[in-house]
């Protein structure tokens, strides 16, 4: 999707950004916590209260830089550290000089001079990642599947099960299908902000259809003595709101794009499921997160956007 050339000053939604690692309670509290595994396996290469908050600024402005304006301030800044880490990997030798902050060069110091030990610190959270997210599963699977199984006689589609909870869901913020910006490859609904913009919720079809693919795999590296299971993470899903004019007739004319983790601090984790009932948690999950965010949303979209109906 390409951003529209018009210009809206979109600071209110951006501020919403800076409280996405305050936002981590937020989800616990609700039982959704299998990204805290994830989330501190990085932070923990952080040794002091600098580094850490290097590390999550330099997230939060990045995530920013994505939301409406390509020539952002920041991308400015960025080319700039970007240039300044590339004449410290080559003044040193090492390629993880290049890296911006201090906790991601640590990071992959570790990754590219030891990868065995990095592998062993990863494999203890990705464990207990996996523990969190059966329970999850179990916790948020309210037995959809199941039932359209004993009313159609047989299992339903992926997409019929989001038509399903998702639609329901979103119709109590005013949410509903849109004909217009919807198509082969975008599942749509959205609802008015004001008379001249909507909010869109947007599927992306193209990967949600792909086939699962959950045969593990063997990873040898000789070198190193080591032989690792891969478990595919399964079907990829990503969701995004995005603002469009009410106008617009396609997809690719819209003026600001959030995921969520631009206002939460799971990175790129809920974005994978293996199952029908992992999809169902994934899809409650997510109304959850939209639910805990949606007062601060509008309030601030229609403020943004107010100067400019």
């Not at 999850?136 to 047989?154: D, H, K, P, S």
């Not at 000789?222 to 079907?235: A, D, F, N, Q």
């Not at 948690?281 to 403020?303: G, H, N, S, T, V």
């Amino acid at each position: 999707m390409q951003s529209s050339p018009i210009h809206i000053d979109f600071s209110e939604a951006l501020n919403l950004c800076k409280n996405v690692f305050r936002r981590e309670k937020s989800l616990t509290d609700k039982g959704i916590n299998s990204f805290v595994p994830y989330l501190r396996f990085t932070e923990n290469f952080c040794e002091t209260k600098e580094e850490l908050q290097e590390h999550r600024g330099f997230l939060i402005e990045s995530n920013k830089s994505h939301i409406a304006h390509e020539d952002s301030a920041f991308n400015q800044k960025l080319h700039k550290l970007q240039e300044e880490g590339k004449k410290r990997a080559a003044e040193s030798g090492n390629l993880w000089d290049a890296n911006i902050t201090v906790c991601e060069r640590r990071f992959k110091k570790l990754f590219h001079s030891d990868y065995k030990k990095w592998l062993d610190i990863q494999r203890a959270y990705k464990a207990e990642a996996e523990h969190l997210r059966q329970e999850e599963t179990r916790r948020f699977y309210m037995g959809n599947v199941a039932r359209l199984i004993a009313e159609g006689g047989q299992e339903p589609t992926r997409l019929e099960l989001y038509k399903e909870l998702m639609g329901s869901g979103l119709e109590t913020w005013g949410f509903a299908r849109d004909k217009e910006l919807s198509s082969r490859e975008y599942l749509m609904y959205s609802k008015s902000i004001n008379d001249s913009y909507k909010l869109c919720w947007s599927l992306d079809l193209h990967t949600f259809r792909r086939p699962f693919d959950l045969e593990p795999k063997t990873l040898r590296t000789p070198s190193l003595g080591i032989v690792e299971t891969i478990y595919p993470l399964g079907v990829h899903f990503t969701i995004a709101l995005l603002v469009h004019p009410i106008t617009a007739k396609k997809q690719d004319f819209r003026l600001a794009y959030f995921t969520f983790n631009f206002f939460f601090p799971i990175t790129h984790y809920y974005r994978h499921f293996r199952s029908l009932q992992e999809l169902e948690a994934l899809i409650r999950i997510y109304i959850i997160m939209y639910e805990l965010i949606q007062p601060e949303l509008d309030a601030a979209l229609i403020k943004s956007l107010a100067v400019s109906a």
